[in-house]
């Protein structure tokens, strides 16, 4: 993997994990507690491939500099 897109899916999985435990343990006691680290498994795992996917490559082609007659100044 690229160490860009490692900064950003790394991070992500931890904070939707942090939620997702905090949100079963506050919100949802209704759940079973054999379910609970399934749920927050695959949510943890989607949103890693969700942001793979989504946020930028480190292969991009960078913006091209402008041109060498347009970085002269012109003078009249």
């Given at each position: 993997m690229?160490?860009?897109?490692?900064?950003?899916v790394i991070p992500t999985m931890v904070i939707?994990?942090?939620v997702g435990i905090y949100m079963l343990n506050n919100y949802y006691q209704d759940v079973p507690t054999d379910?609970?680290?399934l749920i927050i498994i695959s949510?943890?795992?989607l949103s890693g491939i969700l942001a793979y996917k989504l946020f930028p490559h480190d292969d991009e082609?960078?913006?091209d500099p402008k041109p060498a007659i347009m970085?002269?100044?012109t003078s009249k």
């Open positions: 690229e160490k860009r897109r490692l900064k950003f939707v994990a942090i379910h609970r680290p949510t943890t795992l082609s960078p913006i970085n002269r100044k």
